[in-house]
């Protein structure tokens, strides 16, 4: 299967810190790259689709960018309702597959 | 809106048959360039993709899971379904239902993608 590999595993920030997060996958995956928030007890929410455009309704402060196989979600101006966990996630291949996650914690 | 409303026993005993049922509601099962699909999640873990039926009835399942797993649909009830053979423990997780499909960029390069879930269910294998 190919791999995604996030790092880090968690982080901890305050509000209004500019937060970086990657992803690597074990082979090129071109563009096929998506990201997604996941708050507790909720279902994943798409934030990011094609490595870098933006999902209609999520906030200008994220976004992503990279090609190939390295990947990086940022997130700008970090709020309250950012502290979440994230994933990568590609549909280049199936088993389309995710990362482990990254947990946003507050500092 | 397009919802997903996962719905099925929360408990199973191992080496039954898990079966969980996805009702669609506010898109066409059968129309566009969508693929069902089931993701689960394992308690405080990630996220592993189980499989997809697409609007044309094909499926793909997960390898790791192709040996005891069934996909199908319903287009009538537009509901699609899924069922998990000779279950263990390490089969108890939230399940979801979401739909994928593709999304492009402004150059138009596309890529499947999780647009809509269900809200998950957890399903719990024990004796």
């Known amino acids: 299967d190919l791999q995604l590999t996030q790092s880090p595993s968690s982080l901890s920030a305050s509000v209004g810190d500019r937060v970086t997060i990657t992803c690597r996958a074990s082979q090129s995956i071109s563009n096929y790259l998506n990201w997604f928030q996941q708050k507790p007890g909720n279902s994943p929410k798409l934030l990011i689709y094609?490595?870098?455009s933006l999902q209609s309704g999520v906030s200008s402060r994220f976004s992503g960018s990279g090609s190939g196989t390295d990947f990086t979600l940022t997130i700008n101006n970090l709020q309250p309702e950012d502290f979440a966990t994230y994933y990568c996630?590609?549909?280049?291949?199936?088993?389309?597959?995710f990362g482990q996650g990254t947990k946003v914690e507050i500092k | 809106q397009v919802q997903l409303q996962e719905s099925g026993p929360g408990l199973v005993k191992p080496s039954q048959t898990l079966s969980l049922t996805c009702a669609v509601s506010g898109a066409s099962i059968s129309s566009g360039i969508n693929y069902w699909s089931w993701i689960r999640q394992y308690p405080g873990q990630g996220l592993e993709w189980i499989g997809y039926?697409?609007?044309?009835?094909?499926?793909s399942y997960n390898p790791s899971l192709k040996s005891r797993l069934s996909i199908s649909v319903d287009t009538s009830k537009s509901q699609f379904s899924l069922k998990l053979s000779s279950v263990t423990a390490a089969d108890t997780a939230v399940y979801y239902c979401a739909r994928a499909t593709y999304f492009y960029d402004p150059t138009d390069y596309g890529t499947p993608t999780f647009d809509y879930w269900g809200q998950g269910t957890l399903v719990t294998v024990s004796s």
């Open positions: 094609v490595a870098s």
């Open positions: 996630q590609q549909s280049y291949i199936t088993p389309w597959t």
């Open positions: 039926i697409s609007h044309s009835g094909s499926t």
